[in-house]
């Protein structure tokens, strides 16, 4: 069952082909640790006003305004309601201005992911038809849409049932390449050197698994955490160690193969045996981390934390606001 609040609703337009549709972020950033800012002396938070610049005086909420700067201190002042009005095509429909191989994208222009689905049953047909016209084509569609009052170009493919759509940025967003890599040199390399190398990555080749994915500093965060309000003594910094300096390169790469060896050969147990000594480890269980947060005069109350991995199967947060 599709969230309560779509990020946006609008209509998906191929030709006179049309249909009422709703998009729905892909990504959620709500299950990161989060800090607040509050008042060392007093324990409480913060809370930060508005002030004018020159008269250094608190202002109202609705005397906000916004303004863009034409000199140094020289703002035109624009009201909501003017920017409301530059209406354009893109602010409600999606126009699909053309069709283009996948492969053509750079990925340096995709930005962020979104789901798309039909907004209603009566649409639902139309949907199809354009959804299942781009399956199994390697094109992908391009189209406009208005996020936040700001125009965004959007890639659209099939992904299931629905569309998948995914912002673009514009060439004017991206830096060139060439600042940063024109000046490394033309090294060449000796085919023996290469072809370690290529031992070596051979030997770490996986297939890609994100539910393997861990994020150790979020679970050293919650791992301080837990400590300091269990009452022990804040983890002291560790000093990163740096990596040994390469005297032959040669000779490095030749270990490092040895040692992928060592791992791929001892790396492999027979299913179901466990190392001697050792318990065979618990199965995760969805939910199963959690931060211990002790309430002062209360009895301990334990907060889940999920795993980056479970954020696909949770319920999407709703957005702060509805884009335009």
């Given at each position: 069952m599709a969230p309560a609040r779509p990020y946006w609703k609008g209509y998906l337009k191929l030709s006179l082909v049309s249909c009422p549709v709703a998009i729905y972020s892909a990504s959620?950033?709500?299950?990161?640790?989060?800090?607040?800012?509050?008042?060392?002396?007093?324990?409480?938070?913060?809370?930060?006003?508005?002030?004018?610049?020159?008269?250094?005086?608190?202002?109202?909420?609705?005397?906000?305004?916004?303004?863009?700067?034409?000199?140094?201190?020289?703002?035109?002042?624009?009201?909501?309601?003017?920017?409301?009005?530059?209406?354009?095509?893109?602010?409600?429909?999606?126009?699909?201005?053309?069709?283009?191989?996948?492969?053509?994208?750079?990925?340096?222009?995709?930005?962020?992911?979104?789901?798309?689905?039909?907004?209603?049953?009566?649409?639902?047909?139309?949907?199809?038809?354009?959804?299942?016209?781009?399956?199994?084509?390697?094109?992908?569609?391009?189209?406009?849409?208005?996020?936040?009052?700001?125009?965004?170009?959007?890639?659209?493919?099939?992904?299931?049932?629905?569309?998948?759509?995914?912002?673009?940025?514009?060439?004017?967003?991206?830096?060139?390449?060439?600042?940063?890599?024109?000046?490394?040199?033309?090294?060449?390399?000796?085919?023996?050197?290469?072809?370690?190398?290529?031992?070596?990555?051979?030997?770490?080749?996986?297939?890609?698994?994100?539910?393997?994915?861990?994020?150790?500093?979020?679970?050293?965060l919650v791992d301080m955490i837990r400590k300091k309000q269990a009452g022990m003594p804040a983890p002291q910094t560790k000093t990163a160690s740096r990596p040994a300096v390469i005297v032959n390169l040669f000779d490095a790469l030749r270990q490092s193969m040895e040692e992928e060896k060592k791992k791929t050969i001892g790396a492999a147990p027979k299913a179901g045996a466990v190392a001697k000594g050792k318990k065979p480890p618990k199965k995760p269980i969805p939910g199963q981390r959690e931060l211990l947060l002790p309430i002062s005069g209360k009895k301990a109350v334990e907060e889940p934390v999920k795993k980056p991995a479970e954020v696909k199967s949770a319920k999407p947060a709703s957005p702060r606001r509805k884009a335009g």
């Amino acid at each position: 069952m599709a969230p309560a609040r779509p990020y946006w609703k609008g209509y998906l337009k191929l030709s006179l082909v049309s249909c009422p549709v709703a998009i729905y972020s892909a990504s959620s950033s709500s299950e990161r640790i989060a800090f607040r800012q509050i008042n060392k002396q007093t324990g409480n938070r913060v809370k930060q006003q508005l002030v004018d610049e020159e008269t250094r005086e608190p202002i109202e909420p609705g005397d906000k305004g916004r303004g863009y700067e034409v000199s140094k201190g020289v703002f035109v002042m624009v009201e909501d309601e003017e920017i409301d009005a530059v209406a354009i095509e893109s602010s409600h429909t999606i126009d699909i201005d053309s069709f283009v191989p996948r492969a053509q994208i750079d990925k340096r222009y995709l930005d962020s992911p979104y789901y798309i689905i039909p907004d209603d049953k009566v649409g639902a047909e139309a949907f199809a038809v354009i959804r299942d016209a781009m399956r199994g084509k390697d094109m992908v569609a391009l189209g406009r849409v208005v996020f936040s009052k700001r125009e965004r170009v959007m890639m659209l493919e099939a992904l299931d049932n629905g569309l998948m759509g995914t912002t673009l940025r514009y060439p004017y967003e991206l830096r060139a390449a060439t600042v940063y890599f024109e000046d490394i040199p033309d090294v060449k390399i000796p085919k023996e050197m290469l072809s370690l190398a290529e031992h070596i990555l051979e030997s770490k080749k996986a297939d890609f698994e994100p539910d393997q994915f861990v994020d150790r500093y979020e679970e050293a965060l919650v791992d301080m955490i837990r400590k300091k309000q269990a009452g022990m003594p804040a983890p002291q910094t560790k000093t990163a160690s740096r990596p040994a300096v390469i005297v032959n390169l040669f000779d490095a790469l030749r270990q490092s193969m040895e040692e992928e060896k060592k791992k791929t050969i001892g790396a492999a147990p027979k299913a179901g045996a466990v190392a001697k000594g050792k318990k065979p480890p618990k199965k995760p269980i969805p939910g199963q981390r959690e931060l211990l947060l002790p309430i002062s005069g209360k009895k301990a109350v334990e907060e889940p934390v999920k795993k980056p991995a479970e954020v696909k199967s949770a319920k999407p947060a709703s957005p702060r606001r509805k884009a335009g």
